[in-house]
């Protein structure tokens, strides 16, 4: 990871996936910012991925919309807070676009918890040093995130990417 | 302000204080990201402000403890958003350092309410164009802010900022 991190992980409150995946780190980082490549592989199938707005910047939208087997939408809207190209990228459903706090229904009915996701990429060999980071408020937040499946969730989504990025 | 935005503004959820200052921009900032002078003009008087961390930085701490005048501590914690110096600091209450989102408890009894902090400084004559804003995630926590007195308070705080900055 780089060495100058803006944040620090708490093994109470915090969930990491790391992997070592196949593909580069320019692919991986275009899979998570390029709108139509994240709609291929951010949601487990057989969800899907149906919108998707990306504000590349500190303080700029993250917005996707995630539509269930069944057909029912459900948006997520976040706020980037750190972009470093090909390295790091952080983004928190704690704020909306423009580092506005996100108001109290959406805070409490959110996901259905807040957290701040970091993705982090290094190059390993021919591939990627992939490691996603999921920091919470509390314990209770971590634990219900981890409960949800976060290992499995963010994992398959993963592999989606990977499988995704060697189309690109 | 800087035309570079990283925020919008919103008449409904937002407070907006203006004035003309006639003290340099460079003194302002210096006023409101070194401890020492922070300490001496950030909370109205007969209030006072005992201690002040600041990890000037995106994802860096920003921490204040103000005292009762019948000596009962309140202590803010905030992460910093965006850093330009003599021209914007953005922060936000709603996240940790590090980008963490507060902890629920916090969330629901912090300050009472979440909100970002933008303090925009240009040069106007000799002295500075001032504009604090507080950003909202809905009318209700607005409505609260201006209840409680953000614009008396936000406005004696500056003149208590000026007054500290002539004897810098």
Redo the contacts between chains.
């Keep these: 990871m780089s060495s100058g991190k803006?944040?620090?992980l708490?093994p109470k409150?915090d969930l990491v996936l790391e992997r070592v995946v196949e593909v580069s780190r320019e692919l991986v980082w275009r899979a998570w910012t390029e709108p139509e490549h994240l709609m291929k592989w951010f949601t487990p199938m057989p969800w899907k991925t149906v919108e998707c707005d990306i504000d590349l910047?500190?303080?700029g939208l993250f917005r996707t919309v995630m539509r269930s087997p069944e057909g029912q939408d459900f948006p997520n809207l976040g706020c980037y807070?750190?972009v470093i190209k090909n390295e790091r990228l952080?983004w928190?459903n704690?704020?909306?676009?423009?580092?506005?706090?996100?108001?109290?229904?959406?805070?409490t009915s959110c996901g259905p918890f807040?957290?701040?996701g970091?993705i982090s990429i290094e190059a390993h060999g021919k591939g990627t040093k992939y490691t996603a980071i999921a920091?919470?408020?509390?314990e209770?937040?971590s634990k219900q995130h981890a409960e949800m499946g976060f290992q499995d969730g963010w994992g398959t989504a993963l592999e989606q990417l990977v499988a995704h990025a060697k189309t690109m």
């Design positions: 803006s944040f620090k708490d409150r910047r500190p303080g807070l750190e952080v928190t704690a704020l909306e676009a423009g580092f506005r706090p996100a108001s109290a229904a959406e805070a807040l957290f701040t970091i920091l919470h408020g509390d209770a937040a």
